[in-house]
C-alpha cells in the first residue's frame, strides 16, 4: 500500500443493497454491505419504497462497520465518492444526503459518479488498472449494455443496451415461473447444473439482428408458454433443463454480441460486471469464447460484481487521481443519469 495515496469512501444506494467501500489508489480496504433482499422476497421483486427505507436505517451501521474493517477512521478519509444515477429515486437521495452531509461537516470533496462506470472500475481492485481501450459487459437486474471504455474517468460510450427486460430481470421473471423464488440469478445458476442447456431451443432475441442491443422479454415469455404448456398437459416440468436452456439462451446472446463489439471495434480486452456476471455458466462460456477469439477476459471476484460500495470508491479515487473537479454539493440524484455522464 502506498501511504500517500488518498484514502476514499464510496456509497452506494441505487437498489436494494447498501454498500460501503474504502479504497487506497487500487487496494481495497472494506467493503461493507447490508442487503434488505429477504425483506423484497415475499413480494416477488424490488419494492422501491422498502429499499429506501432499508437504507435509512442502515447507513450509518454499515459506515461504521466500513471504517473499522478498514482500520481508519472519518478524519482519515480525503474524499467521499457516492451513486448518484442511474438506480431507485428513493433510494439513490438516501446515499447522496448522506455522501453531502460527511462531505460537507468534515471538509472534503464529494465526487457523485455513475453507477454503471463504478461497475466497470470495481475490477482494478482486483486486477489493477483498466486497459485502455476496453469493451464491458455490464449485467444486472437493471441493466443489460456494453460499454466501449478508452477511460473511465470521462470517456464511456454506449454502444447497445436492452430494449426491454434486463437479464438480471429476465432470471427472476423465470425463476418466478418455476416457483424458485427471489432472487432469481443464483438459484437458476444452481438448478441449471443439474439440467440439459440443450434440452429445450429457446429462442435468441436479436442474435443477429446487426445490432449490439439486447432483448430478453420474448425468452421470458417463450419459457412462460412452454412450462404453461407442460402444465396444462398435466406433465412434470423438468426445472432443471428448464433452468439450463433459459440461461443458456442468455448468455450466449451476451457472450456472441460482446465479442462482436470486440472484433468490430479492435478491442482485445473484455470486462464483465454487474451481479450477472457471477454467473457460473456465463464467465465460462465468455472465458471459451474469449480464448477463441484472442480477447483477454477480466471478471472480478462475485462479491465485486454485484452492487457495492468498493466500486464507488475505486471511481471515486480514479477521479481523484485524474484531478476531476469535485462536484457540487447541490448534487442531484439522477434515476435516468446516462452513461457519458461518468461525473454528475
Not at 91 to 113: D, H, I, R, T
Not at 157 to 184: I, N, Q, Y
Not at 196 to 210: E, L, Q, S, T, V
Not at 274 to 299: D, F, K, P, Q
Request: glycine letters at 10%.
Amino acid at each position: 500500500m502506498i501511504s500517500d495515496e488518498p484514502l476514499v469512501l464510496g456509497i452506494e444506494t441505487s437498489c436494494d443493497e447498501t454498500g460501503v467501500g474504502i479504497v487506497r489508489g487500487h487496494t481495497l480496504l472494506a467493503d461493507a454491505i447490508a442487503s434488505s433482499v429477504d425483506e423484497h422476497a415475499r413480494f416477488g421483486g424490488v419494492v422501491p419504497e422498502v429499499a429506501s427505507r432499508a437504507h435509512l436505517e442502515a447507513m450509518a451501521p454499515t459506515i461504521e462497520r466500513a471504517l473499522a474493517d478498514a482500520g481508519v477512521a472519518f478524519t482519515d478519509v480525503d474524499a467521499f465518492a457516492v451513486t448518484a444515477g442511474p438506480g431507485l429515486p428513493g433510494a439513490l437521495m438516501v446515499g447522496v444526503a448522506a455522501a453531502k452531509a460527511y462531505a460537507l461537516s468534515l471538509g472534503k470533496p464529494l465526487y457523485g459518479v455513475n453507477h454503471l462506470a463504478a461497475h466497470v472500475c470495481a475490477d482494478q481492485l482486483e486486477h489493477g488498472p483498466l486497459p485502455k481501450p476496453c469493451v464491458a459487459l455490464l449485467v444486472s437486474g437493471g441493466h443489460s449494455s456494453l460499454l466501449l471504455v478508452p477511460d473511465v474517468t470521462g470517456d464511456v460510450r454506449s454502444l447497445g443496451a436492452t430494449v426491454d427486460d434486463a437479464a438480471g430481470e429476465a432470471f427472476d421473471k423465470v425463476a418466478r415461473v418455476l416457483d424458485l423464488g427471489f432472487p432469481g440469478g443464483p438459484v437458476i445458476d444452481r438448478m441449471a447444473r443439474d439440467g440439459d442447456p440443450a434440452a429445450i431451443a429457446f429462442p435468441r432475441g436479436k442474435y443477429n439482428d446487426g445490432t449490439y442491443d439486447f432483448s430478453f422479454s420474448g425468452l421470458k415469455t417463450a419459457v412462460a408458454r412452454w412450462v404453461e404448456a407442460k402444465e396444462r398437459a398435466g406433465e412434470p416440468v423438468p426445472v432443471a433443463d428448464v433452468a439450463a436452456s433459459f440461461q443458456e439462451a442468455v448468455v450466449d446472446v451476451l457472450t456472441q454480441k460482446a465479442l462482436k463489439v470486440c472484433k468490430d471495434n479492435g478491442v482485445h480486452d473484455l470486462l464483465i460486471g454487474g451481479g450477472v456476471a457471477a454467473n457460473s455458466r456465463l464467465r465460462a462460456l465468455a472465458a471459451e469464447r474469449c480464448e477463441r477469439a484472442g480477447v483477454r477476459l477480466r471478471v472480478p471476484r462475485p462479491k465485486l460484481c454485484t452492487d457495492n460500495g468498493a466500486m464507488v470508491a475505486a471511481l471515486g479515487s480514479e477521479l481523484l487521481a485524474a484531478g476531476a473537479s469535485p462536484s457540487a454539493l447541490e448534487l442531484p440524484a439522477d434515476s435516468s443519469l446516462p452513461i457519458e455522464s461518468v461525473l454528475l
